[in-house]
Protein backbone atom coordinates (compact mmCIF):
# COMPACT_ATOMS: atom_id res chain seq x y z
CA UNK A 1 0.00 0.00 0.00
CA UNK A 2 1.01 3.27 -0.76
CA UNK A 3 1.85 5.94 1.80
CA UNK A 4 -0.98 8.72 1.52
CA UNK A 5 -0.74 12.13 2.86
CA UNK A 6 -3.27 14.04 4.81
CA UNK A 7 -2.94 16.77 2.06
CA UNK A 8 -4.15 14.57 -0.52
CA UNK A 9 -7.72 13.81 0.23
CA UNK A 10 -7.56 10.60 0.85
CA UNK A 11 -10.89 8.29 1.52
CA UNK A 12 -11.44 4.26 2.69
CA UNK A 13 -14.26 3.33 1.06
CA UNK A 14 -15.67 0.04 2.15
CA UNK A 15 -18.48 -2.09 0.15
CA UNK A 16 -20.80 -4.84 1.93
CA UNK A 17 -22.78 -7.65 0.51
CA UNK A 18 -26.01 -5.37 -0.24
CA UNK A 19 -25.47 -6.27 -4.06
CA UNK A 20 -28.43 -4.78 -5.28
CA UNK A 21 -26.90 -1.51 -4.34
CA UNK A 22 -23.41 -1.58 -5.92
CA UNK A 23 -24.99 0.04 -9.34
CA UNK A 24 -26.25 2.70 -7.29
CA UNK A 25 -22.65 3.39 -5.12
CA UNK A 26 -20.39 3.07 -7.52
CA UNK A 27 -21.18 6.05 -9.57
CA UNK A 28 -20.70 7.79 -6.05
CA UNK A 29 -16.64 6.86 -6.00
CA UNK A 30 -16.60 8.92 -9.87
CA UNK A 31 -18.27 11.91 -7.65
CA UNK A 32 -15.63 11.72 -4.64
CA UNK A 33 -13.20 11.60 -7.28
CA UNK A 34 -14.51 14.63 -9.25
CA UNK A 35 -14.75 16.39 -6.16
CA UNK A 36 -10.35 15.68 -5.33
CA UNK A 37 -10.94 12.75 -3.49
CA UNK A 38 -8.29 9.69 -3.68
CA UNK A 39 -10.43 6.41 -3.25
CA UNK A 40 -8.91 3.45 -1.41
CA UNK A 41 -11.32 0.57 -1.77
CA UNK A 42 -12.60 -2.09 0.63
CA UNK A 43 -14.09 -5.01 0.54
CA UNK A 44 -16.00 -7.61 2.90
CA UNK A 45 -15.45 -10.85 2.64
CA UNK A 46 -19.15 -11.12 0.78
CA UNK A 47 -18.22 -9.20 -0.98
CA UNK A 48 -14.72 -9.76 -1.97
CA UNK A 49 -15.91 -13.78 -2.98
CA UNK A 50 -19.36 -13.93 -4.25
CA UNK A 51 -20.72 -13.78 -7.23
CA UNK A 52 -24.61 -13.24 -7.66
CA UNK A 53 -27.22 -11.88 -10.30
CA UNK A 54 -25.56 -8.58 -9.62
CA UNK A 55 -22.24 -9.58 -10.93
CA UNK A 56 -19.11 -11.68 -10.26
CA UNK A 57 -16.75 -10.45 -7.50
CA UNK A 58 -14.21 -10.63 -9.93
CA UNK A 59 -15.63 -8.29 -12.20
CA UNK A 60 -15.99 -6.03 -9.24
CA UNK A 61 -12.70 -5.68 -7.95
CA UNK A 62 -11.62 -5.31 -11.65
CA UNK A 63 -13.95 -2.64 -11.44
CA UNK A 64 -12.73 -0.63 -8.25
CA UNK A 65 -9.23 -1.36 -9.46
CA UNK A 66 -9.73 0.54 -12.68
CA UNK A 67 -11.94 3.40 -10.88
CA UNK A 68 -9.48 4.45 -8.07
CA UNK A 69 -5.81 2.71 -9.33
CA UNK A 70 -6.28 0.81 -5.92
CA UNK A 71 -6.34 -2.98 -5.80
CA UNK A 72 -9.55 -3.22 -3.30
CA UNK A 73 -8.27 -4.54 0.18
CA UNK A 74 -9.45 -7.42 1.43
CA UNK A 75 -7.63 -8.88 4.38
CA UNK A 76 -7.30 -7.69 7.93
CA UNK A 77 -3.61 -7.32 7.57
CA UNK A 78 -4.50 -4.35 4.74
CA UNK A 79 -6.94 -2.74 6.50
CA UNK A 80 -5.09 -2.55 9.86
CA UNK A 81 -3.13 0.64 9.29
CA UNK A 82 -5.61 2.66 7.92
CA UNK A 83 -5.73 4.52 11.16
CA UNK A 84 -2.21 4.20 12.52
CA UNK A 85 -0.34 5.60 9.30
CA UNK A 86 -2.78 7.73 8.56
CA UNK A 87 -3.31 6.34 5.46
CA UNK A 88 -6.93 8.00 4.96
CA UNK A 89 -8.89 11.10 7.07
CA UNK A 90 -12.55 9.13 7.21
CA UNK A 91 -14.12 5.49 6.37
CA UNK A 92 -17.45 5.59 4.20
CA UNK A 93 -19.05 2.04 4.60
CA UNK A 94 -21.63 2.02 1.62
CA UNK A 95 -23.55 -0.33 1.41
CA UNK A 96 -23.68 -0.98 4.94
CA UNK A 97 -25.38 -4.11 5.97
CA UNK A 98 -27.11 -4.78 8.64
CA UNK A 99 -24.32 -7.71 9.57
CA UNK A 100 -21.96 -5.19 9.40
CA UNK A 101 -23.70 -2.46 11.70
CA UNK A 102 -23.95 -4.99 14.17
CA UNK A 103 -20.69 -5.78 14.69
CA UNK A 104 -19.63 -2.25 14.73
CA UNK A 105 -22.66 -2.09 17.43
CA UNK A 106 -20.95 -4.46 19.31
CA UNK A 107 -17.34 -3.34 19.05
CA UNK A 108 -16.46 -6.76 17.57
CA UNK A 109 -13.95 -5.94 15.04
CA UNK A 110 -13.54 -9.72 13.09
CA UNK A 111 -14.05 -8.31 9.46
CA UNK A 112 -11.84 -5.73 6.79
CA UNK A 113 -14.73 -3.16 7.41
CA UNK A 114 -14.97 -3.31 10.80
CA UNK A 115 -11.64 -3.59 11.40
CA UNK A 116 -11.05 -0.89 9.21
CA UNK A 117 -13.67 1.16 11.10
CA UNK A 118 -11.86 0.87 14.54
CA UNK A 119 -8.56 1.55 12.71
CA UNK A 120 -9.52 4.92 11.85
CA UNK A 121 -11.81 5.25 15.07
CA UNK A 122 -8.41 5.18 17.14
CA UNK A 123 -7.79 8.57 16.07
CA UNK A 124 -11.06 10.32 15.81
CA UNK A 125 -11.37 9.99 12.05
CA UNK A 126 -15.16 9.71 10.95
CA UNK A 127 -16.77 6.22 10.21
CA UNK A 128 -19.84 7.58 7.22
CA UNK A 129 -22.44 4.64 6.91
CA UNK A 130 -24.83 4.23 4.57
CA UNK A 131 -27.57 1.64 5.35
CA UNK A 132 -28.83 -0.55 3.01
CA UNK A 133 -30.67 -3.55 4.75
CA UNK A 134 -33.85 -5.24 4.40
CA UNK A 135 -34.27 -5.38 8.07
CA UNK A 136 -32.99 -1.98 9.38
CA UNK A 137 -36.84 -1.55 11.07
CA UNK A 138 -36.39 -4.71 12.30
CA UNK A 139 -33.52 -6.77 13.00
CA UNK A 140 -30.71 -4.28 12.41
CA UNK A 141 -32.48 -1.48 14.27
CA UNK A 142 -31.01 -1.99 17.74
CA UNK A 143 -27.77 -1.68 16.04
CA UNK A 144 -28.67 1.61 13.92
CA UNK A 145 -29.47 3.23 17.04
CA UNK A 146 -26.44 2.25 18.80
CA UNK A 147 -24.43 3.71 15.94
CA UNK A 148 -26.53 6.65 15.76
CA UNK A 149 -25.97 7.95 19.07
CA UNK A 150 -21.91 6.84 18.95
CA UNK A 151 -19.28 9.83 18.36
CA UNK A 152 -17.50 9.98 15.45
CA UNK A 153 -20.46 7.74 13.66
CA UNK A 154 -22.52 9.97 10.67
CA UNK A 155 -24.90 8.82 8.01
CA UNK A 156 -25.92 9.15 4.86
CA UNK A 157 -29.63 10.24 4.88
CA UNK A 158 -31.86 7.09 4.50
CA UNK A 159 -35.17 5.70 4.58
CA UNK A 160 -37.75 3.31 3.40
CA UNK A 161 -37.06 1.90 0.14
CA UNK A 162 -40.32 0.01 -0.28
CA UNK A 163 -42.45 0.89 2.35
CA UNK A 164 -45.21 -1.57 0.90
CA UNK A 165 -43.75 -4.87 -0.55
CA UNK A 166 -40.47 -4.65 1.96
CA UNK A 167 -42.03 -2.56 5.46
CA UNK A 168 -38.88 -3.11 7.60
CA UNK A 169 -36.33 -2.06 4.68
CA UNK A 170 -34.03 0.65 5.05
CA UNK A 171 -31.51 2.09 2.07
CA UNK A 172 -29.87 5.14 2.05
CA UNK A 173 -29.99 7.88 -0.84
CA UNK A 174 -26.18 7.21 -2.05
CA UNK A 175 -26.39 10.52 -4.29
CA UNK A 176 -25.86 12.07 -0.63
CA UNK A 177 -23.06 10.17 0.47
CA UNK A 178 -20.33 13.24 -0.92
CA UNK A 179 -22.46 15.50 1.03
CA UNK A 180 -22.59 13.48 4.39
CA UNK A 181 -18.53 12.93 3.96
CA UNK A 182 -17.67 16.48 3.67
CA UNK A 183 -20.19 17.35 6.29
CA UNK A 184 -18.82 14.79 8.58
CA UNK A 185 -15.64 16.02 8.33
CA UNK A 186 -17.00 18.85 9.75
CA UNK A 187 -18.05 17.20 12.77
CA UNK A 188 -21.68 17.40 11.65
CA UNK A 189 -24.47 14.71 10.50
CA UNK A 190 -25.75 15.55 6.96
CA UNK A 191 -29.72 16.51 7.54
CA UNK A 192 -32.25 15.80 6.98
CA UNK A 193 -31.41 12.27 8.36
CA UNK A 194 -34.85 10.81 7.82
CA UNK A 195 -36.28 10.82 4.07
Known sequence: MTQHNDAQRTV????????????????????????????LPILSASAATQDTRFGTAESLQKTLYQMTGHLPLTTLQAVEPLGPEKLAQALVIAPAT???????????????VALAAKSL????????????TNDGLAGSAQALAALLQRKHYYFVP???DD?????????????????????????????????
Open 12 to 39: AFALCGSFCSFSAVLPQVRVLQARGWDI
Open 98 to 112: GTTMALLAAGISSTT
Open 121 to 132: LRNGRPIVVAPS
Open 158 to 160: FGQ
Open 163 to 195: SYKKPTSLKSDFTLLPDALESALRGAQLQPLLL
